[in-house]
């Protein structure tokens, strides 16, 4: 290895720094000179927006105190490659800056959007005789990507998610009045219920858990939630239910658009911007039962919670960033690091790390088991629970300062997003 650079894309996680600090490691160990960071993924490589990483990584507290900062350190984007040979002067422009730093290798740390752009840069270099390789590491609390048993981000979503509700349901129960307050739940998922599988952790012998788990891999029956959350408010003091962001009714319409103010922004890669599920469906709830509604939006909460990040992911997301430096350094180009789950039931959790080509990952979707998907479709089985729970085991405590977290900025980044005169 000569100099490799690295970039972060699409929606943070708790752990998507530790991959960053996995490359950096990896690289150097296999003798990269420099260690370049994209300064807004692709799109601020575009513009030769870059950073040496010496710069911040030169140590290991530093190292320590990366893997304790949440978002993007490098900064991310949403950034659509164009088709190859209907813009190719974009193409043109990534290897004209790599050859300029002498870049001979480009890691991308992102989801399946970042995963196309991987494939893309890979597929352009070898049409085109390029020497320069090009590696996935993956990320997404959507835990979506195909063929990897599981993906960096998703096991400390989930412990924040199932963390948080069972705060929720602690708060809700204690007032036990014979109305109960009913309480929605909107957790991340657009295609893949995931995240709001990740509910079901909240019950143990210290929580009741909630009352129903609404996954966008069934099509979500209206009358039927309402029929249920009706029965519950007659027969419990508190009804607390988790629902996917992405829930589809029958006619392919959104949860969402039952809502007075819904939109209809999509993204550059064509996603509908989804939000208000929760808010639609307390209206629902409101005008049936009578009771007293809350709607609870995760949002950014669940993939920026560091300071409760799983000691389990953080490890795997560093070690998915040190493997693809290696993979690189060996000559590999157009694949993304995989973990295979070796143990089988009531075994000692352990994976495998491996590399698949990108190809048959990039735009894929991965979605829970319908198998995993009980009741009417408002619970997940023990199979969910045996697969989620190891993923959330561990804390990586955060250096305190002045009684709040400390955190590693990177001043390109702040300087990037100040104010202009």
Same mark, same amino acid.
């Given at each position: 290895?000569?100099?490799?650079?690295?970039?972060?894309?699409?929606?943070?996680?708790?752990?998507i720094?530790?991959?960053?600090?996995?490359?950096y490691?990896?690289?150097?160990?296999?003798?990269?000179?420099?260690v370049?960071?994209?300064?807004?993924?692709?799109?601020?490589?575009?513009?030769?927006?870059?950073?040496?990483?010496?710069?911040y990584?030169?140590?290991?507290?530093?190292?320590?105190?990366?893997?304790?900062?949440?978002?993007?350190?490098?900064?991310?984007?949403?950034?659509?490659?164009?088709?190859?040979?209907?813009?190719?002067?974009?193409?043109?422009?990534?290897?004209?800056n790599?050859?300029?730093?002498?870049?001979?290798?480009?890691?991308?740390?992102?989801?399946?959007?970042?995963?196309?752009?991987?494939?893309?840069?890979?597929?352009?270099?070898?049409?085109?005789?390029?020497?320069?390789?090009?590696?996935?590491?993956?990320?997404? /609390?959507?835990?979506?990507?195909?063929?990897?048993?599981?993906?960096?981000?998703?096991?400390?979503?989930?412990?924040?998610?199932?963390?948080?509700?069972?705060?929720? /349901?602690?708060?809700?129960?204690?007032?036990?009045?014979?109305?109960?307050?009913?309480?929605?739940?909107?957790?991340?998922?657009?295609?893949?219920?995931?995240?709001?599988?990740?509910?079901?952790?909240?019950?143990?012998?210290?929580?009741?858990?909630?009352?129903?788990?609404?996954?966008p891999?069934r099509?979500?029956?209206?009358?039927?939630?309402?029929?249920?959350?009706?029965?519950?408010?007659?027969?419990?003091?508190?009804?607390?239910?988790?629902?996917?962001?992405?829930?589809?009714?029958?006619?392919?319409?959104?949860?969402?658009?039952?809502?007075?103010?819904?939109?209809?922004?999509?993204?550059?890669?064509?996603?509908?911007?989804?939000?208000?599920?929760?808010?639609a469906?307390?209206?629902? /709830?409101?005008?049936?039962?009578?009771?007293?509604?809350?709607?609870?939006?995760?949002?950014?909460?669940?993939?920026?919670?560091?300071?409760?990040?799983?000691?389990?992911?953080?490890?795997?997301?560093?070690?998915?960033?040190?493997?693809?430096?290696?993979?690189?350094?060996?000559?590999?180009?157009?694949?993304?690091?995989?973990?295979?789950?070796?143990?089988?039931?009531?075994?000692?959790?352990?994976?495998?790390?491996?590399?698949?080509? /990108?190809?048959?990952?990039?735009?894929?979707?991965?979605?829970?088991?319908?198998?995993?998907?009980?009741?009417?479709?408002?619970?997940?089985?023990?199979?969910?629970?045996?697969?989620?729970?190891?993923?959330?085991?561990?804390?990586?405590?955060?250096?305190?300062?002045?009684?709040?977290?400390?955190?590693?900025i990177?001043k390109?980044?702040?300087?990037?997003?100040?104010?202009?005169?």
């Amino acid at each position: 290895m000569k100099n490799v650079i690295i970039g972060q894309s699409g929606g943070p996680t708790a752990v998507i720094n530790s991959s960053i600090a996995g490359v950096y490691v990896g690289a150097k160990a296999c003798g990269a000179e420099h260690v370049y960071g994209m300064v807004h993924g692709i799109e601020g490589f575009l513009k030769d927006q870059i950073v040496d990483l010496d710069q911040y990584l030169d140590d290991e507290t530093k190292i320590a105190l990366l893997k304790r900062t949440p978002s993007a350190f490098l900064g991310t984007c949403r950034f659509k490659m164009p088709a190859i040979g209907v813009n190719d002067e974009v193409y043109e422009a990534v290897f004209r800056n790599m050859e300029k730093h002498d870049i001979d290798t480009l890691f991308y740390a992102g989801g399946n959007d970042s995963m196309d752009t991987v494939k893309m840069l890979s597929d352009y270099a070898q049409l085109h005789g390029k020497r320069q390789s090009f590696m996935g590491v993956p990320k997404t /609390i959507d835990n979506d990507l195909p063929v990897t048993d599981h993906c960096p981000g998703y096991g400390s979503a989930a412990k924040y998610i199932a963390t948080t509700l069972k705060e929720v /349901i602690r708060d809700n129960e204690s007032f036990g009045v014979k109305k109960p307050t009913i309480v929605v739940c909107e957790i991340m998922g657009r295609d893949a219920g995931w995240l709001t599988a990740a509910a079901a952790l909240a019950k143990g012998e210290d929580c009741s858990g909630v009352d129903g788990i609404y996954l966008p891999e069934r099509i979500f029956d209206v009358d039927r939630f309402l029929d249920k959350v009706d029965y519950l408010s007659r027969n419990k003091s508190s009804v607390v239910m988790a629902v996917s962001e992405g829930l589809k009714l029958e006619d392919g319409r959104y949860a969402c658009e039952l809502g007075a103010d819904a939109q209809d922004r999509v993204d550059v890669f064509g996603h509908k911007q989804l939000t208000g599920t929760a808010n639609a469906l307390i209206k629902l /709830i409101g005008q049936r039962t009578g009771c007293k509604v809350r709607a609870i939006e995760f949002s950014t909460l669940q993939r920026a919670a560091t300071h409760i990040a799983s000691l389990t992911d953080i490890n795997e997301a560093f070690t998915a960033g040190r493997m693809a430096a290696e993979a690189a350094a060996a000559g590999e180009t157009g694949e993304m690091v995989v973990f295979n789950r070796v143990n089988r039931r009531g075994e000692l959790y352990r994976i495998e790390y491996s590399r698949f080509d /990108i190809h048959q990952i990039a735009n894929g979707v991965k979605e829970v088991p319908q198998s995993w998907i009980t009741g009417d479709g408002d619970d997940v089985s023990a199979e969910y629970l045996d697969y989620a729970r190891p993923l959330i085991q561990g804390e990586l405590y955060p250096f305190w300062v002045n009684g709040l977290p400390k955190h590693l900025i990177l001043k390109e980044l702040i300087a990037s997003n100040a104010v202009q005169p």
